[in-house]
């Protein structure tokens, strides 16, 4: 009776897990820079490579915005960081934080280039 229990709750967590899923998507915020100028940000895509990372699909997450992975790195470090103190966590955070701005200001150059911006 209760190995029943289990799976049925384990359903009913999956399927709520799904189902906020599909909410946020459909509730992301507008970017005001976009709205202003009418062309993307530097961060335009953050949140639907996000709502992708939470689908489990890494490739997609990694097309629509390629510093999320890199970003979440440096936001789980920093938070590790903290609590523990590493001896150089201040080098390794600015060395992350380095590569995850050229991953974005190189995404977006490439956007330039492609013609990607609308």
């Given amino acids: 009776m209760f190995r029943y229990l289990g799976s049925l709750g384990a359903i009913i967590l999956l399927t709520s897990y799904q189902d906020i899923i599909d909410w946020i998507s459909h509730h992301l915020l507008t970017c005001p820079f976009k709205k202003v100028f009418l062309i993307d940000c530097p961060g335009c895509g953050l ?3 996000i709502v992708a990372l939470l ?3 890494f490739n997609e997450s990694w097309h629509m915005y ?3 992975l890199p970003m979440l790195l440096l936001i789980g470090f920093v938070f590790v960081n903290s ?3 590493f001896r150089y966590g201040i080098w ?5 934080s380095g590569i995850v701005f050229l991953i ?3 995404s ?4 330039i280039k492609n013609h990607q911006l609308f």
């Fill in 47 to 49: 949140q639907r490579s």
């Fill in 55 to 57: 689908r489990g699909d």
């Fill in 66 to 68: 390629p510093a999320t």
């Fill in 83 to 85: 609590r523990i103190n």
């Fill in 92 to 96: 390794i955070v600015k060395i992350l």
């Fill in 104 to 106: 974005i200001i190189s």
């Fill in 108 to 111: 977006y150059i490439l956007k």
